[in-house]
């Protein structure tokens, strides 16, 4: 008989007549199941590779839809002599990239074509700091309750990560194909504006997440359950800007935290204690007494000593709504780069907030938090931006063109 063993040593051919002829089934069955394998998984990457989010009409791409595995966020600040034509001229360059590149083709005069074998998913979104409308005196184009942060008791900003006059937010399921494009856009952008900051981030990839399924953050926590639905009219009402300037009709604000993780603290917590810190359970992301991840949060239920189910100061219970209005899309990205010292890793949250008035709905639940939120004995916001998002674009109209003309 020939064993398991035999089979996984590749000990078939000596094991007599019979076995050779098994061998040779198996061999030919071997290769044919290689083949199969090599051919299914060359067309789900063809797959991943082809898929093109759209990218005209009244939004930009890149917010009301699943994070793609990778993103860019690009912080420019313009050049001392640049204008509002400079600006505008800037916008008809990135606009016509934008159309190019996510159609999944090289930009004009790409130094390298052949980068470009696909969109896969391939979002840009442009957006501009509050700094940019003072330094162009556009200060009567500001949308309603856009703003610089103030400063918070939890921050410890650094400077390499914060500010910004010009947003650029790619977000793509290949990363190949994210660097191509950043480059792509980084290169026109040169004449108009100087790097920043740029900050990388990531979810799982295509395939890992089944679609729809709620992504994890690297404290192991699910992320991003209570947000308002993929067109909803909830999603609606607190992303898009509806009134104001026309540019930003159509168009969002967005905060942008960087916000780093102490892990290995964290990792030192036992999982109960873990789960009282958000309020949610790390297995299902269901609320602390509840089964499943979309089951309402009962704020009042008490345990049979008399603590609430979920803690006081547990970051679900400061974040929650107090006021109606309180409410906005997040869409986290994980990151991790190489820490300080050698073998320290430095991870974290590029965490994002999209608003139709950040003011009114962000920032007093941000200052809930920075009040207390027992979250913060574990991460550090490191980095902050706010950006006004321009409308979407319709084929030949340009990018934000109703600010700088
Ligand atoms: C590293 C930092 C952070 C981590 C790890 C984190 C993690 C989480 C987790 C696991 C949840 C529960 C699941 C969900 O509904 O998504 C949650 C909910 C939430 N977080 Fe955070 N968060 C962070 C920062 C922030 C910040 C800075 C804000 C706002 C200023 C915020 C606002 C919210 C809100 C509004 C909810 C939903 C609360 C509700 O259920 O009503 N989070 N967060």
Same mark, same amino acid.
Request: overall charge neutral.
């Given at each position: ?8 040593? +590749? ?7 019979? !076995? ?36 005209? +009409?009244?939004?930009?791409? !890149? ?40 159609? +999944? ?22 957006? &501009? ?35 910004? /006059? ?18 792509? #856009? ?17 979810? @799982? ?24 639905? &993929? ?24 905060? #942008? ?25 790390? /297995?299902? !992301? ?5 089964? @499943?991840?979309?089951?309402?949060? @009962? ?5 049979? @000593? ?36 050698? +073998? ?26 920075? /009040? ?34």
């Amino acid at each position: 008989m020939v064993t398991r063993r035999q089979i996984l040593l +590749g000990g078939l051919a000596t094991a007599g007549a019979a !076995g050779g002829v098994l061998a040779a089934n198996g061999a030919a069955a071997a290769q044919a199941y290689r083949e199969g394998f090599a051919a299914a998984e060359l067309k789900s990457q063809t797959k991943v590779a082809k898929q093109k989010s759209s990218f005209n +009409g009244s939004h930009q791409a !890149g917010i009301e839809q699943r994070a793609q595995a990778h993103a860019n966020f690009i912080g420019l600040e313009i050049g001392s002599k640049i204008t509002k034509d400079d600006m505008l001229r800037w916008m008809v360059l990135l606009t016509d990239d934008i159309t190019r590149l996510c159609n +999944g083709e090289p930009v004009l005069a790409d130094p390298e074509p052949d980068l470009m074998i696909g969109a896969a998913n391939l979002t840009v979104t442009v957006g &501009f700091g509050p700094a940019l409308f003072k330094k162009l005196g556009l200060e009567s184009k500001v949308p309603e309750g856009f703003a610089e942060l103030p400063g918070f008791k939890i921050d410890q900003l650094r400077d390499e990560f914060t500010g910004g /006059d010009v947003l650029i937010q790619l977000g793509a399921d290949d990363l190949l194909i994210l660097s191509h494009a950043t480059r792509a #856009l980084l290169r026109d952008s040169e004449p108009f504006g100087t790097v920043r900051w740029q900050q990388a981030g990531f979810t @799982n990839a295509v395939g890992s997440n089944p679609e729809g399924k709620t992504q994890r953050n690297l404290m192991g926590q699910v992320d991003g359950t209570d947000n308002p639905e &993929f067109g909803s009219k909830n999603f609606a009402n607190q992303v898009w800007i509806t009134g104001g300037p026309a540019w930003a009709i159509g168009g969002t604000q967005l905060a #942008l935290r960087r916000i780093q993780m102490n892990l290995p603290t964290w990792d030192m917590l036992g999982r109960n204690d873990k789960e009282e810190v958000i309020g949610r359970h790390l /297995d299902t !992301g269901a609320p602390l007494g509840q089964k @499943n991840e979309f089951d309402p949060i @009962n704020f009042d239920a008490k345990k049979e @000593n008399g603590l609430q189910v979920i803690p006081p100061f547990a970051h679900i219970r400061r974040a929650a709504a107090k006021r109606p209005g309180e409410q906005f899309f997040r869409r986290p990205f994980n990151y991790q780069v190489v820490g300080a010292k050698p +073998g320290e890793l430095d991870s974290g949250l590029l965490w994002t907030a999209y608003a139709a008035d950040l003011t009114k709905q962000y920032l007093p639940v941000q200052q809930r938090l920075a /009040d207390f939120d027992l979250l913060n004995k574990w991460t550090t916001p490191i980095g902050s931006a706010v950006f006004a998002i321009a409308r979407g674009f319709e084929p030949g109209q340009v990018l934000a063109e109703e600010l700088f003309s």
